[in-house]
């Protein structure tokens, strides 16, 4: 039997990575609905339709036609998606096995919770493409546009209809369930149907998304036709346990970052890579919160100066940040702003505002956020970062 501290590293054993994989596929309201690929390399071309060939009438004698159709070659690229999980330092004393037994529901709603803010509302995502980033404009349509909701879904649906598309299937947050419960027909009846094999709205297949992935500040519901939404995985799961690391997004009693070694903890770093593909933007449409309620992100006026010690930046921030938020950081070559609400939890650093910060590359951006409680971004600013070198 291969005990955990002689298996720092390596591939999660596979009854258990399946299982994990499994538990994801449920808890993903994504993965129920969009195109789910196989990957047997890094990237991966598809070829898809987007004008078909026609048909002819052809008399006795006349010359038969040949027929054209039009294709595109999206790629899809698979990045690596990692999980960081604390537990005891005694799991080291347990088999492997009896580990990941214990370990996979955590480590399962950590993954399917990080790709459904990805793939719905680009949350913290290293993929091109998102459904609600990418989704027309006119194809959002505010609630309260009509005198009931599902009016409004209707109206939703006509935009991709008339673009040449079906709604298959919707997928909401958690809290739209009562409006929908109390939507009726003209005899009565109700739209939102619970049944044994699942649930419906206007004869399609509705998923919830109750893992607080789905930003219900930005959208109420989302519909499309959801084969044009792909996601690609890749076989297997990696791990590595970690015993000194400090965990930037994971707080302890004192509200500073998790120190293993000051707290005689170990954690399990999982990944998964798997890649995320909006084939066709025109596919999807949106019920979104009424007109004046959409959050806007407020500005941050940030600074970076050589720190004290070397390899160190000095970073102002003003204004003062509101009491109960508190800052986030992300740096890098090139770095994305946050939109507003947008949950800032992984790829992300806390910061109290003070210290100085090193391990960052001069030349490099920074960005700072101001968050709520519930990591969700109020404010942002960016800055070059100046580090002192002697």
Known sequence: MAFLKD???????????????????????LLKLAKVEDMASEKKKFNVLVEGPGAYWVG???????????????????????????????KLNDSTIDVFNEMRESIA???YKAIDAAGYFGTDSPF????????KADHKIAEGTNKTLDLDVSDAMATIEEAGFDVDGFVGAYSIKNKLRKLRDANGNQLYVTGVDGTEFYNCPIAFSRNGAFD?????????????????????????ILKEATLQDTLGEDGKPLSLAEQDMIAIKATMRLGFLVVKEDAFCAVVPATGTTPT?????????????????AVTVSPAK????????KTGATVTMPSADQVCAQGYTAWDGTSEISGVTAGNKIVVVEVDSENKAKKAGQATIVVKTE
């Open 128 to 135: 091109s493409t998102s459904i609600f980033g990418n989704m």
């Open 109 to 111: 709603e950590a993954f």
């Open 7 to 29: 298996e720092l590293t390596g591939f999660v054993p596979t009854p258990q990575a399946t299982d994990i994989i499994k538990m994801i596929a449920e808890g993903s309201s």
């Open 216 to 240: 219900k500040a930005k959208a109420e519901l989302i519909g499309g036709e959801w084969k044009y939404a792909i996601v690609g995985i890749r076989e297997g799961l990696q791990y590595e």
């Open 60 to 90: 006795e004698g006349q010359r038969i036609h040949t027929s054209k159709a039009t294709w595109i070659h999206p790629e899809i690229e698979a990045k690596k998606l990692a999980v960081i999980i604390p537990c005891t330092k005694e």
């Open 297 to 313: 992100l407020g500005e941050l006026t940030v600074t970076s100066a050589a720190g004290t010690t070397v390899g160190t930046t």
């Open 322 to 329: 509101t009491d109960g938020n508190s800052y986030k950081y």
